[in-house]
């Protein structure tokens, strides 16, 4: 047992790539490639969005990045989270913040991410009181932690008491493959997680409890279509550790953050940001997250997705802190859009419920 | 026209342009190929690998890049992929070495 990192965050690392300024730059052609790509607005404009606008339809998810500690740092991640980050986690002031607005409006789905979210000391009593306000309940849990220490292994059992949908990644069925990525030790322990998942009825037929995997491909290339991955996925963990679960999410890696770091010291980022513009699905870009969600982060800041919020591209509307909420303010805004935006209109599309198209 | 291989990688991306010469036989074949390579009694994954072991055979550096990439796509991982190259190897190895049958024929029939 135990996980041997695959990386370092960028901040420990002291990139350039740490400063979400420099990210953008790197995007748009003006820092370390001069490669320009046509503007995302613009093609969305072709694509019979009036004027390169996209607006949302209606706040039906309030996820929230609840800190950026974990006890993995995978190759691929966009929130540069890791072990070493351990200021930037919301507090429980934040966090009463956020319950007292999710009582006040019909936003139904909670989805909890990080990070590991469970890292987070205030994570269990946030889930307890938002099941209390009735709301559906979504953990974004990377499975190893739930074997990492004592302290988690009673977290399937948790979940299952307060019938937590988990959503866990897992790139592959091959141990190789998975670890590449997400560290050497991080395939077997998510294994034993799963196994512990099932035992207490997650991903179980005729059971409530659900537990969906998500898939994103562990290099620069597209996910291939879900219901057939899902069903390989399937197929081979029943097959090799008698594991059930209910659906498997297809993923495109987001060209920012870490990823954009491993592309750039490979030379395939350009190639890569090539293969999404001409895998550019006018047909996927109704569906994305950001027009249904609402993103918020560990200092209670306002983004249109997870993306947007680790490239500090805050909501452009009036209220842009869970301070200042404000639905109707929100729901009428134009979303931010940038060239990493190309990832979620890629082929099927892309959210964090997988393929939209 | 500054070429300097006879395959440059870019030139798989111009793959469908050879409509411009001739269209209708162009559009014949993409509408097989994509109907070829469609979830069908053999999955997209099986199809994408036989395609991976094939292109090795008839050694087509365009197929190879492009069925490495469809096989991960498509969620095949390294282990399958290198067996189905092994696969492609073993028939061609097996393929001249049958033919021993007939030199060994031969060669019975020549000596004392």
């Known amino acids: 047992m135990g996980i041997h990192q695959k990386t370092k965050s960028l901040t420990s690392r002291h990139s350039a790539l740490a400063d979400t300024f420099f990210q953008l730059k790197v995007l748009n052609g003006n820092a370390l490639t001069d490669k320009h790509f046509p503007l995302f607005s613009k093609k969305i404009k072709e694509a019979g969005f009036s004027d390169g606008v996209l607006k949302p339809t209606r706040i039906e998810i309030f996820q929230l990045n609840i800190g950026k500690l974990c006890n993995q740092t995978c190759a691929h991640c966009h929130v540069d989270a890791g072990p070493d980050k351990k200021e930037e986690n919301m507090g429980r002031e934040s966090l009463e913040k956020c319950l007292e607005i999710l009582a006040a409006h019909d936003i139904m789905t909670v989805d909890i991410t990080g990070g590991a979210p469970e890292m987070n000391p205030h994570f269990r009593w946030f889930v307890v009181e938002c099941r209390k306000l009735g709301k559906k309940v979504m953990v974004r849990c990377n499975l190893t932690i739930i074997v990492s220490n004592k302290k988690f292994h009673d977290l399937p059992v948790f979940f299952a008491e307060h019938q937590v949908e988990v959503v866990s990644s897992l790139p592959h069925y091959s141990a190789h493959r998975t670890d590449a990525q997400r560290g050497d030790g991080v395939f077997d322990d998510s294994i034993k997680a799963m196994q512990m998942l099932n035992a207490v009825g997650y991903g179980k037929e005729n059971s409530d409890l659900k537990l969906n995997l998500v898939y994103n491909p562990t290099g620069t290339f597209l996910p291939g279509n879900q219901a057939s991955l899902e069903s390989e996925f399937k197929r081979q963990l029943k097959r090799k550790f008698d594991i059930d679960f209910n659906s498997l999410y297809a993923i495109t890696n987001m060209p920012i953050s870490r990823f954009l770091d491993y592309m750039l010291e490979n030379g395939q980022y350009e190639t890569y940001m090539q293969t999404l513009l001409d895998a550019f699905n006018p047909s996927a870009v109704a569906g994305v997250m950001c027009r249904n969600t609402i993103s918020v982060g560990w200092d209670g800041y306002l983004y249109d997705c997870d993306f947007n919020q680790m490239l500090d591209l805050k909501v452009t509307s009036k209220g842009t802190h869970i301070n200042d909420f404000d639905l109707s303010a929100l729901e009428s805004r134009d979303i931010v859009l940038n060239q990493h935006c190309y990832g979620c209109t890629a082929g099927a599309g892309s959210s964090c419920g997988g393929q939209v198209a | ?112």
């Open chain 2, 1 to 112: 026209m500054d070429k300097k291989h006879y395959f440059e990688p870019e030139d798989l991306k111009k793959f469908g342009n050879i409509g411009e010469w001739q269209k209708p036989m162009a559009d014949k074949f993409f509408d097989y190929y994509g109907e070829v390579f469609k979830e069908g009694a053999l999955t997209e994954r099986e199809k994408a690998l036989i395609a991976l072991a094939v292109a090795h055979t008839v050694q087509c550096p365009y197929c190879i890049d492009a069925y490495t990439s469809g096989c991960l796509e498509k969620g095949a991982d390294e282990e399958q992929m290198m067996e189905a190259v092994h696969v492609a190897a073993a028939i061609r190895a097996g393929s001249s070495l049958v033919y021993s049958t007939q030199m060994m024929n031969h060669a019975k029939g020549i000596v004392m």
